[in-house]
């Protein structure tokens, strides 16, 4: 299970200071105590619900539909609520300025988070097709936008559409690169991270479109850009080890899975998503070097943490593994004797 991430946790906080504001400004009997009370009480309570990660995103996605509705109720409450009070008439602008200020900037921030994050929104509701339109539809308002191209492209590589999910990379890199000219912003840590993951990302492009050479062009492209983040590095290191994998190269992709491994046990729970995948990564290397022992050891240790990996069709469906891996897999799986792990 995963904690919220602090910016979610900001927004919770930001609503419900939002929410009290209006409670102390606005309240009556017009409205209903225990509603007040409800959206008084839901956002500490989310600040501390351990959610896993796929929830976390279904979650943001619900609260991104809701958000507009919920505030378009409160404007609509609290002008029924002022104008119909006895003496709304004796300060009648003084009423509508109060209200009607806050409403403005709220619509227009609402608006402008929910209409660039509707795409993501759309992604989560299992309509890629949809959220690369809305994509495309936000590029021509926000052309130099490497944010935005990076997040087409991850829906075109999900949809194999692998020579479009490499064009909006190979923009996103330059629109980065572009950056860094501008403002020198080379100096930055989360530059570097950002300039390194989009070769990683392309690096994973070109894994799914079987072309590894390529592949690890770009992670060695991104490894060599100094002082990156953990989880960048782990990310590197492990779409490296893929790609000498299928290479057959298991001895230097064992390699780059323990340097990898290395800098994802320092990741926080909710970018722990790679430890897992890199000691798959092991599990299937020391199996393919004659190291059956150990590759053995490894799997039950991870399948004690992460039990889904004894599913093939998971491994299969979910995880996109290919035909030797799962052969390999499913040797692990029917053979847990040949060590036993205390």
């Given at each position: 299970m995963n904690t919220i991430p602090f910016r979610t946790r900001l927004w919770a906080v930001g609503f419900l200071i939002l929410t009290a504001f209006f409670f102390f400004m606005f309240s009556?009997?017009?409205?209903?105590?225990?509603?007040?009370?409800?959206?008084?009480?839901?956002?500490p309570l989310v600040l501390f619900i351990p959610i896993s990660e796929k929830q976390l995103l279904k979650l943001q996605?619900?609260?991104?539909?809701?958000?507009?509705?919920?505030?378009?109720?409160?404007?609509?409450?609290?002008?029924?609520?002022?104008?119909?009070?006895?003496?709304?008439?004796?300060?009648?602008?003084?009423?509508?300025?109060?209200?009607?200020?806050?409403?403005?900037?709220?619509?227009w921030f609402c608006f402008r988070i929910f209409w660039f994050q509707w795409a993501a929104v759309l992604a989560q509701l299992g309509?890629?097709?949809?959220?690369?339109?809305?994509?495309?539809?936000?590029?021509?308002?926000?052309?130099?936008?490497?944010?935005?191209?990076?997040?087409?492209?991850?829906?075109?590589?999900?949809?194999?559409?692998?020579?479009?999910?490499?064009?909006?990379?190979?923009?996103?890199?330059?629109?980065?690169?572009?950056?860094k000219k501008q403002d020198n912003a080379a100096s930055t840590v989360d530059f570097r991270s950002n300039l390194s993951g989009l070769y990683g990302s392309r690096a994973a492009v070109h894994i799914a479109n079987h072309d590894f050479e390529p592949a690890i062009a770009d992670c060695d492209t991104g490894l060599a850009i100094p002082d990156l983040s953990p989880m960048v590095?782990?990310?590197?290191?492990?779409?490296?080890?893929a790609a000498l994998s299928e290479l057959q190269?298991?001895?230097?992709?064992?390699?780059?899975?323990?340097?990898?491994?290395?800098?994802?046990?320092?990741?926080?729970?909710?970018?722990?998503?790679l430890l897992p995948m890199l000691r798959s990564q092991k599990?299937?290397?020391l199996y393919q070097l004659e190291r059956?022992?150990?590759?053995?050891?490894?799997?039950?240790?991870?399948?004690?943490?992460?039990?889904?990996?004894?599913?093939?069709?998971?491994?299969?469906?979910?995880?996109?593994?290919?035909?030797?891996?799962?052969?390999?897999?499913?040797?692990?799986?029917?053979?847990p004797s040949q060590v036993n792990v205390a």
């Amino acid at each position: 299970m995963n904690t919220i991430p602090f910016r979610t946790r900001l927004w919770a906080v930001g609503f419900l200071i939002l929410t009290a504001f209006f409670f102390f400004m606005f309240s009556s009997e017009s409205i209903p105590p225990a509603l007040l009370g409800f959206l008084l009480v839901i956002p500490p309570l989310v600040l501390f619900i351990p959610i896993s990660e796929k929830q976390l995103l279904k979650l943001q996605a619900v609260v991104l539909l809701l958000t507009p509705m919920l505030i378009m109720g409160f404007c609509i409450v609290f002008f029924i609520q002022l104008t119909s009070s006895d003496n709304s008439g004796d300060n009648i602008w003084l009423t509508l300025f109060l209200l009607l200020m806050p409403i403005l900037v709220l619509l227009w921030f609402c608006f402008r988070i929910f209409w660039f994050q509707w795409a993501a929104v759309l992604a989560q509701l299992g309509m890629p097709n949809l959220a690369i339109a809305h994509y495309t539809n936000l590029l021509r308002l926000a052309p130099n936008s490497p944010i935005l191209f990076s997040n087409r492209a991850l829906l075109h590589l999900n949809q194999a559409n692998y020579d479009d999910a490499l064009a909006d990379y190979d923009r996103a890199i330059e629109l980065v690169r572009a950056q860094k000219k501008q403002d020198n912003a080379a100096s930055t840590v989360d530059f570097r991270s950002n300039l390194s993951g989009l070769y990683g990302s392309r690096a994973a492009v070109h894994i799914a479109n079987h072309d590894f050479e390529p592949a690890i062009a770009d992670c060695d492209t991104g490894l060599a850009i100094p002082d990156l983040s953990p989880m960048v590095q782990a990310f590197l290191h492990h779409n490296r080890a893929a790609a000498l994998s299928e290479l057959q190269e298991y001895s230097d992709a064992l390699i780059d899975i323990e340097m990898g491994e290395e800098h994802a046990q320092s990741l926080p729970d909710h970018q722990a998503i790679l430890l897992p995948m890199l000691r798959s990564q092991k599990a299937l290397a020391l199996y393919q070097l004659e190291r059956e022992t150990d590759a053995a050891a490894v799997w039950q240790t991870l399948v004690r943490t992460h039990p889904n990996y004894q599913n093939v069709e998971w491994l299969k469906n979910d995880m996109k593994w290919r035909d030797w891996q799962l052969d390999v897999a499913k040797q692990l799986i029917n053979n847990p004797s040949q060590v036993n792990v205390a």
